[in-house]
Nanobody, 127 residues
Framework: QVQLAESGGGLVQTGDSLRLSCAAS????????MGWFRQAQGKEREFVAA????????AYADSVNGRFTISRDNAKNTVYLQMNTLKPEDTAVYYC????????????????????WGQGTQVTVSS
């Protein structure tokens, strides 16, 4: 059983930056591809970014590509999401998730593929 705990959310202004962290425990972190998803109020959960077990492969949603960067530190059992040039439409609850079985470029974009989820952290971007 893997437990995930996000942190780093908050209230920022348009154009600001935030870095989210997701600390994992209870499993072998390096065996899991990791993803970030977000869910705005009244909307479905959507893919943001994902990284392979070693961090060498990454994927991004078009809406965040070039602004957000996903990375991981397997020694610290932590995955990060650096968010730059934030926009009001980035406002959402952000979740990290762990996907067992390695990286698959199709599966990592589908939230139903993931085995474990954190509780989420709120990010609010004011205009």
């Amino acid at each position: 059983q893997v437990q995930l705990a996000e942190s780093g959310g908050g209230l920022v202004q348009t154009g600001d930056s935030l870095r989210l962290s997701c600390a994992a425990s209870g499993g072998t972190f390096r065996d899991f591809a990791m993803g970030w998803f977000r869910q705005a109020q009244g909307k479905e959960r959507e893919f943001v970014a994902a990284t392979s077990t070693g961090g060498w492969i990454t994927a991004y949603a078009d809406s965040v590509n070039g602004r957000f960067t996903i990375s991981r530190d397997n020694a610290k059992n932590t995955v990060y999401l650096q968010m730059n040039t934030l926009k009001p439409e980035d406002t959402a609850v952000y979740y990290c998730a762990a996907l067992g079985g390695g990286y698959n470029s199709y599966l990592v974009r589908n939230y139903r593929s993931y085995n474990y989820w954190g509780q989420g952290t709120q990010v609010t971007v004011s205009s």
